[in-house]
């Protein structure tokens, strides 16, 4: 880290006019650090190491040198690394709770360091297995009602997406590529050889590009929340001042957002700050994200909230303007995670898409 620290302040805050620069170089005292290059190297410290400084820690003390810089970077992820682990125990709680209505959960290796953990339930045979991809930051719980829905009826397995959930990956920042490859790791160990691809939000982002890469799988494409988007940079700079403030971004999020708790609060936080949360959309993404849905020949389906307000409903029509065979349908009373606030009818409209036009 000290080395990295070093490298960093030298090529990217100095333009490597400090060679010389070690630890224990006084970065206050030679002006090294000035108020813009404060807030570079901040924003760096929270996306490489992921350790948000808060402001009562932004003093001489800590950033005397980069050996008490390296110092507080530690503390901070040590303490991140516990909350962590507390957040693990409530998803564990909640997960244990759908085995309780006879979900199976599995943690499956899916190879180069990459453990996909996942909620299972069967249906009946010969079905087409319904995949669930969920949104940036939520596990595989958040399609629970979902599970519950289909249990008897459909093969589905709900998937946490690496860096959140209760998957395990050695790569805490993946990129959206990393996302779209640890899927097909995940994909290659199923018997199952056909696919009914359900997504949120940014999942479906993976979903297109699986489709389009194997639609000899895939029967359906269905994305929930998501559509063309057209001004992307603008949009996610708009979405990641939202995600600052949780309880604006429920009420962007919701019909009838959550009634904001302390853990809640503390849960969405965490999920917000996560260097996961913030390397998906890279810059390769965010070009990808423009041309997500050109080349995708597979039936797809959007299902689009009335009142979502992160991605609208008009965004998921154009989108399927781009496609051959597509369609979309607005769920009223709904926001951007519909899957979640209007479980019996998400569910129902996606087995009428899949009985009239696919299967």
Known sequence: ??????????????????????????????????????????????QRYGAKVPEHDINPVHFENVATLSV???????????????????????????????????????????????????????????ILLPALGNPSTSWSSTLRSVQGRHNAVALDLAGFGLSQSANESPSYIDHVEFTLQYLATLEEQEWVLVANS???????????RFPEKVIALVCSGFGLVEDVDSWWADLQKMSSAPEQFLAAAYYHPPKMTPALEDLLNDVLSRPAYHSFLDQYARQAMATTFDGVNVPTLFIAGEHDQIIPPQWSEKAAEKLPNAEVVRLSRCGHFSASERPEEFVWVVEDFLTRGVM
């Open 1 to 46: 880290m000290i080395n990295e620290l070093i490298d960093y302040i030298n090529h990217d805050l100095l333009d490597g006019a400090a060679p010389d620069l070690d630890q224990h170089t006084p970065l206050l005292e030679l002006g090294i650090l000035n108020s813009l290059s404060m807030v570079r190297l901040l924003a760096h410290v929270d």
């Open 72 to 130: 507080l970077i530690n503390n901070l992820s040590t303490m991140k690394h516990q909350q962590a682990q507390q957040t693990v125990s409530e998803l564990e709680r909640l997960v244990s709770l759908q085995q309780s209505y006879g979900i199976q959960r599995e943690l499956v290796d899916a190879g180069s360091g990459f453990k996909q953990h996942t909620l299972r339930v069967k249906g009946k045979d010969k079905e087409p297995l319904w």
């Open 202 to 212: 940014a999942g479906s982002m993976i979903a297109t590009e699986i489709a389009r």
